[in-house]
């Protein structure tokens, strides 16, 4: 059974700092990994699509990483801001996104 | 990407009472779509998995008599919760993708409050 997790669950930097969040998985067979990003209340907002053939996705100011032999997965933001507080969720594909708790990451002005 | 639409995005309904759920994808047609509740402060649970124009598929643990999902076009799906009760009270969120390997979009999510 596929089950994935995020470490650290939550998260406070001030801003400006650059930060990691982690997502391990237990089966390598998945067929991509998503990043999402949510507010309160809000839906999910798609961030970066790692698929299983690749090594890593940048947007901006995020990267993400995806090391499926090891079943890991790292989303890095630099130069944080205050308006990347939200929850981050990373989700595997296996057929059906299995997503992990998620980290709540709350950046200080 | 692309949109997935939503709707109602609240909701409140009596006790024993259906409410249903639409979810569209707006711009593209979405073979799959997938249904997730949310508790607070928890990540989503997958609900089931639609295709269209066939019946969907339950998780463990998930009622299907109780949590109806229709899938009749490849633009819309629907969950509809039937004699809702307060512990029905929750957050749902649908996804829709086209391909199995390709990215997921998420609609607003509906909060619904059962009274």
């Known amino acids: 059974k596929q089950e994935v997790t995020q470490i650290p669950a939550a998260l406070s930097v001030p801003e400006g700092e650059n930060l990691v969040l982690n997502c391990s998985f237990t089966?390598?067979?998945?067929?991509?990994l998503q990043w999402f990003r949510q507010d309160p209340g809000k839906g999910l907002t798609s961030l970066l699509l790692?698929?299983?053939?690749?090594r890593e996705q940048t947007s901006g100011r995020l990267n993400a990483s995806l090391d499926k032999s090891s079943g890991r997965s790292t989303l890095y933001i630099a130069a944080s801001q205050p308006g990347d507080s939200a929850t981050y969720l990373c989700?595997?594909?296996?057929?059906?996104?299995?997503f992990g708790q998620g980290t709540t990451l709350q950046v200080k002005p | 990407g692309a949109v997935v639409s939503q709707h109602p995005s609240r909701v409140i309904c009596k006790s024993g009472t259906s409410v249903k759920i639409e979810c569209r994808s707006l711009?593209?047609?979405?073979?799959?779509m997938f249904w997730y509740r949310q508790f607070p402060k928890q990540s989503l649970m997958l609900m089931a998995t639609?295709?269209?124009?066939?019946?969907?598929?339950?998780e463990q643990g998930v009622e299907k008599d109780k949590f109806l999902i229709n899938h009749a076009s490849l633009t819309l799906s629907t969950l509809t919760v039937t004699s809702a009760h307060p512990e029905d009270s929750s957050f749902y969120i649908c996804?829709?993708?086209?391909?199995?390997?390709?990215?997921?979009?998420f609609g607003q999510g509906t909060r619904l409050t059962v009274v």
């Open positions: 089966d390598s067979a998945i067929y991509n």
């Open positions: 989700a595997v594909n296996t057929g059906k996104l299995i």
């Open positions: 790692i698929q299983s053939s690749q």
């Open positions: 996804s829709a993708s086209g391909l199995v390997n390709t990215e997921a979009f």
């Open positions: 711009d593209f047609q979405a073979t799959t």
């Open positions: 639609s295709n269209e124009g066939s019946k969907a598929t339950y």
